[in-house]
């Protein structure tokens, strides 16, 4: 049975991996050692590459729900004969609560069938496929478990119905009636050099999961508007959150395509400074930031510093070699091959990556006062590096593997670079040069002006002396290189409006298979700014409904069909609803923390404001 759409999965965390569930009870993906490790069930990429599923026997109709403030799930299975619910978690460890959430996860799934009305036979068939379903591990009874091992992993299913045993696979078939529960953890261990996976109560481990979210969703609260879609997303961001390093990737999922039967099929399972910029604004905008220095660690631990190209993304521990390569035995979601583990972006040359740490440090100020020496380092090292490769051409945002170009988003985040350093001022150190830095930022400001403007379409554009359109450069008023009412960026926003949007979804460039989640939000965020804040409500509140059944967003939605396209849930398109939501609160209440427009920039020579509160 193939696994469906990619809008029909749950998302479940515990802080190191994460589930995809799906709405016929069928867990069809899970790394357990940690979010890019090989995967022990991968049926989202090959129907034989592992799952395991509880489902009724016959036909059924399905609701389901987390609950409240939680990444727990509850699905109602409705039969014929009655109707049962199937409460999903992987386990915190016990006791944990608040911040210590996800720190020292025992990387358990715990499963519980609970009868609601008159009497349903059910089936369950447990398949686990190691190393992204390679491998067919031997399966054993041992201790009250059934231990699956192959290569480095072990998993022990405790069950409390029978299991039949077959070669590499297990199976049951059980009624539950109204008031009866059955019970069903699996916990991973590595194969060597540790204990035997946790055993643990799987309702203890439900409640527990459940008190430990809620905890955490308590220190964090958001008051302004769409509470409810942006307290899920801050929700969602946290469980893709590793939490032993700070490192927020991108994705959960890898190679889940663009197109369906297309070759964009990437891994995600990393953590790329860019979505770190724009995380630490999401986190501030939900009051969240008392886990600022763990998410400022990884950064600098990660980023360090280096006489070559910056990488733009790093493991989830900071690794650098994120070699890309195929796994030619899987089929692909919807047979979308190649199927990649690994990204080869992490070789490119991306100079937007420059600017992020610095906007990110701006943004979070008053909570870097006095900043730590390592950070201050870094932020020199990114503003030098702006000063000097501005003028160079990059592969762009967006990763282009065909050949670099002078990327308008680019150029602006240099622009950024320079102009928080400046900003800073002295605050960076004894060695900030700031009128050196406010020179080479009026010049990437000169160049952008002239050369990324087109007469012909009467628009930025993607390029330097270009005619496409490119929905990155929906930037520039977000991070004050223009002010959203400057003419021309008004007539950039309408123009890409009308040729890349369709049905509120907005396409990255012409020829984007479709709606780019993130640029749609952007958007939202460039209409308020411009003064049309009616309509920029109006835009938020369609594309917060292209949200699935759980309020989880993949990376792109096919305008046409719907379809959702692309690793999911995705990080981006939830950290694009809290800004946007947080744009459209600061602008009610009159206060926005875009930096003031060129034409108040501090002058060539001056030092930087002391940091102030962020709002």
């Not at 016929?24 to 090989?38: E, I, M, T, Y």
């Not at 809620?214 to 879609?229: I, N």
């Not at 909570?367 to 003028?391: G, S």
């Not at 960076?428 to 160049?447: M, N, P, T, Y």
């Amino acid at each position: 049975m193939a696994c469906g759409r990619i809008a029909d999965h749950g998302f479940l965390a515990d802080g190191r991996s994460a589930v995809l569930v799906d709405r016929s009870g069928s867990v069809n993906w899970w790394c357990p050692a940690r979010f890019d490790a090989p995967s022990a069930f991968a049926r989202l990429l090959d129907d034989d590459a592992g799952h395991w599923v509880i489902r009724p026997e016959g036909g059924f109709s399905t609701s389901r729900a987390y609950l409240t403030d939680t990444l727990v799930l509850r699905t109602v299975f409705t039969t014929a004969t009655g109707s049962v619910a199937l409460i999903d978690a992987l386990a915190l460890e016990p006791g944990a609560r608040g911040h210590e959430v996800g720190l020292h996860s025992p990387r358990l799934l715990a499963r519980v069938v609970r009868g609601l009305s008159g009497e349903v036979p059910l089936r369950l068939h447990y398949r686990p496929r190691f190393e992204y379903g390679r491998m067919v591990p031997l399966l054993e009874r041992r201790d009250g478990a059934l231990v699956a091992s192959a290569a480095s992993a072990r998993l022990d299913l405790r069950s409390t119905v029978p299991l039949a045993c077959e070669v590499g696979e297990a199976s049951a078939s059980f009624t539950v009636r109204a008031g009866e529960k059955c019970h069903f953890t699996l916990g991973y261990a590595p194969a060597y050099d540790a204990g035997p996976p946790a055993v643990l109560d799987a309702q203890q481990v439900i409640d527990d999961a459940a008190a430990g979210w809620r905890s955490w969703m308590g220190l964090h609260d958001y008051r302004g508007r769409y509470r409810e879609q942006v307290r899920r997303s801050a929700l969602v961001m946290q469980g893709m959150t590793y939490r032993p390093s700070g490192a927020v990737v991108a994705a959960p999922t890898m190679s889940l395509p663009e197109e369906l039967g297309g070759e964009r099929n990437y891994d995600y399972r990393y953590a790329w400074v860019r979505d770190f910029s724009f995380s630490l604004e999401a986190l501030w905008r939900v009051a969240c930031t008392d886990e600022l220095n763990l998410h400022v660690g990884w950064l600098t631990r990660s980023m360090g510093m280096n006489d070559g190209i910056v990488p733009i993304m790093y493991g989830v521990e900071g690794e650098r070699d994120l070699t890309e390569h195929h796994l030619e035995h899987l089929a692909g979601f919807a047979g979308s091959r190649p199927v990649l583990v690994g990204n080869d972006a992490w070789r490119q040359r991306q100079n937007d990556v420059h600017g992020e740490p610095l906007s990110a440090a701006w943004l979070m100020r008053e909570y870097l006062d006095p900043m730590p020496p390592d950070l201050r380092q870094l932020l020199r090292a990114m503003t030098e590096r702006a000063a000097r490769d501005w003028p160079l051409p990059d592969a762009g945002m967006w990763e282009a593997r065909d050949a670099e170009r002078h990327y308008v988003s680019s150029k602006v985040q240099c622009w950024t670079a320079l102009d928080r350093a400046v900003r800073f001022g002295s605050h960076l150190g004894s060695e900030a040069d700031v009128a050196r830095w406010a020179a080479a930022r009026d010049a990437v400001r000169r160049a952008v002006l002239t050369q990324g403007w087109s007469d012909r379409l009467t628009a930025y554009t993607g390029a330097f002396d270009s005619d496409e359109l490119d929905a990155s450069v929906l930037l520039m008023p977000l991070v004050g290189f223009l002010p959203a009412g400057d003419p021309r960026m008004r007539s950039t926003i309408r123009v890409i409006e009308e040729r890349l949007s369709h049905d509120g979804l907005l396409r990255r460039w012409a020829g984007d298979p479709a709606g780019f989640l993130i640029c749609s939000f952007w958007l939202v965020s460039c209409l308020a700014l411009a003064g049309e804040r009616a309509r920029a409500g109006q835009l938020f509140e369609r594309l917060a409904a292209r949200a699935n059944d759980l309020g989880l967003f993949s990376e792109q939605i096919d305008p046409y069909s719907g379809e959702a396209l692309g690793n999911f849930p995705q990080a981006f398109s939830h950290i694009g609803l809290i800004n946007a939501a947080g744009d459209l609160t600061d602008l009610d209440a009159g206060r926005h923390d875009v930096p003031p427009a060129p034409d108040r920039l501090i002058p060539a020579g001056q030092d930087g404001p002391r940091p102030t509160t962020a709002r």
